[in-house]
Nanobody
Framework: QVQLVESGGGLVQAGGSLRLSCAASGRIFRTNVMGWYRQAPGKQRELVAGITSERSTDYADTVKGRFTISRDTAKNTVDLQMNNLKPEDTGVYYC???????????????WGQGTQVTVSS
């Protein structure tokens, strides 16, 4: 059974920094894309940043230049370094992974349980 577990959320003042981490566990054959989404109250979940197995990255326009995504393919982890945080970055951040399970070699989408990030003004 594949699971994604996030850590690192919390409360920070505007201009501060936080680092989110996500570890995928279980019988994993291959990790393809990994990334982070967020959902603010009353809004739809949106992509924050993604990274492929070749380390090609993609960022939402609102976080470019402030957030950096990285991954360790061998450890099946993905991190999100968030700098110069703004109140509008507040939300629940979800780790995402498109992974192939070693059980059946099928690729599927997996989500973490979410971690709260609150940025005060």
């Amino acid at each position: 059974q594949v699971q994604l577990v996030e850590s690192g959320g919390g409360l920070v003042q505007a201009g501060g920094s936080l680092r989110l981490s996500c570890a995928a566990s279980g019988r994993i054959f291959r990790t393809n894309v990994m990334g982070w989404y967020r959902q603010a109250p009353g809004k739809q979940r949106e992509l924050v940043a993604g990274i492929t197995s070749e380390r090609s990255t993609d960022y939402a326009d609102t976080v470019k230049g402030r957030f950096t995504i990285s991954r360790d393919t061998a450890k099946n982890t993905v991190d999100l370094q968030m700098n110069n945080l703004k109140p509008e970055d507040t939300g629940v951040y979800y780790c995402y992974g498109k992974l192939a399970s070693a059980t059946n070699l099928r690729t599927a989408d997996y989500w973490g349980q979410g971690t709260q990030v609150t940025v005060s003004s």
